[in-house]
């Protein structure tokens, strides 16, 4: 990214979608990452497509920490594995959080807010606040894409 004070370099990396094949939820498609440099994270340049009562939003140069997709696989593994899991995480550099909870049989509900929360006449938008269901198949896929996205972004920091 140009101006940036770390160096970029383009990802070819699959896409994770984070929602039933024709639901609400999120999409997300990383782009290019950081080049691992000692005493600094690793970031990744991510597009993120929410996806609101059927209405898709695109939101460019979402900023990730490369382990993101790993812990956000690693929230839905354990929701799938835990009846009682109700469970918040910071994502996309700590610019929204992600809740889970069971709601029903193979069923779970998740809300997205921003960080922070806009106030009522703001004039500037980041993400916005939903929350949608997902089915088991669908949250099991979603682990699957997250889990592979992270093992691209791993092999990464090896180069």
């Known amino acids: ?53 059927g209405n898709p939003a695109q939101h460019q140069n979402v900023l990730l920490h490369t382990d993101e997709p790993s812990r956000i696989a690693d929230l839905l593994a354990r929701a799938l594995s835990d009846g009682d899991l109700n469970r918040t995480i910071s994502i996309f550099d700590d610019g929204m959080t992600m809740r889970i909870e069971r709601d029903g049989v193979d069923r779970w509900s998740v809300t997205c807010r921003p960080i922070p929360m806009p106030p009522p006449d703001a004039r500037w938008s980041g993400f916005p606040a939903f929350a949608f269901r997902i089915h088991r198949a669908a949250l099991e896929h979603a682990r699957q894409q997250l889990n592979e996205l992270s093992r691209i972004l791993y092999e990464g920091d090896k180069s």
Request: charged share 25%; net charge negative; glycine share 8%.
């Open 1 to 53: 990214m140009p101006g940036s004070a770390f160096e970029w370099r383009p990802l070819v990396a699959p896409p994770a979608a984070i929602r039933d094949p024709d639901g609400d939820g999120l999409e997300l498609n990383v782009e290019s990452r950081t080049v691992p440099e000692k005493d600094h994270g690793t970031y990744a340049m991510a597009q993120l497509t929410t996806v609101v009562s």
